[in-house]
């Protein structure tokens, strides 16, 4: 087995600021992503890397950006936080990229913006 | 539109009730995922389920791809089963990404 942390639980920003947030997963996975989860919305692809050094951008990339670090880390940062802006940031680790690859969660970040 | 419909979108039952989930794929689809979420936590894979039928405990997933749709049934249904299932489907065509219907959220009272 394994585990995925996020960090950190929970994220106050203000309007315009640069936020980061960073998850770890010691399954030994090659594939990670990044989802976004909005109340009544389901959860949404930002990013996600197939392989250590690899970033693609998933279907909400425009206001992120992405950086596979090593192996077993994953960060993303909102370029520009926007006011009022209220979600939970997933992050997601599977064996590889390929078809029937499980996909194993972290517990989330949960986002405010004052 | 929504290529994955989930319903009920919420459900009440009294606790040892049965429930019957429902899970809708608009497109072809390799394989499925049933999610477990309680209020602020974190996504547990309940099933990971490319055809056919699968039981653990009192959950059963059911799933015919070819007819795009799979069903979650909880039987004797118990207050800590209350939270929001999702289900994901994999694309035909777009590798390992997954496509999250909104979820059911149930409830279960005393």
């Known amino acids: 087995g394994g585990i995925i942390t996020q960090t950190p639980k929970f994220l106050i920003g203000q309007e315009g600021q640069k936020l980061t947030l960073k998850c770890q997963q010691n399954f030994n996975h090659d594939t990670m992503y990044w989802y976004r989860q909005d109340s009544g919305k389901g959860l949404r692809l930002i990013y996600y890397?197939?392989?250590?050094?690899?970033?693609q951008k998933g279907d909400l990339s425009e206001g992120y950006d992405a950086s596979r670090e090593k192996k077993s880390s994953f960060s993303l940062t909102v370029t520009s936080a926007q006011k009022n802006e209220m979600a939970v940031f997933l992050c997601?680790?599977?064996?590889?990229?390929?078809?029937?690859?499980?996909?194993?969660f972290g517990p989330g970040t949960r986002l405010t913006v004052l | 539109g929504q290529q994955v419909q989930q319903s009920p979108t919420s459900l009440v039952l009294q606790e040892g009730e049965n429930a019957e989930l429902q899970c809708n794929f608009s497109?072809?689809?390799?394989?499925m995922q049933w999610f477990y979420q309680r209020p602020g936590g974190s996504l547990i894979s309940v099933f990971y389920?490319?055809?056919g039928t699968k039981q653990s405990g009192r959950l059963t997933s059911t799933t015919v791809i070819k007819e795009r749709r799979s069903s979650l049934h909880i039987s004797s249904s118990q207050i800590t089963d209350s939270g929001t299932y999702l289900c994901?489907?994999?694309?035909?065509?777009?590798?390992?990404?997954?496509?999250f219907g909104i979820g059911t959220l149930l409830s279960v009272k005393p």
């Open positions: 997601a680790s599977s064996l590889d990229w390929g078809n029937y690859a499980e996909q194993f």
């Open positions: 994901a489907m994999e694309h035909g065509s777009s590798g390992n990404k997954l496509i």
């Open positions: 497109t072809s689809l390799n394989s």
């Open positions: 890397s197939i392989t250590e050094n690899d970033l």
């Open positions: 389920n490319p055809s």
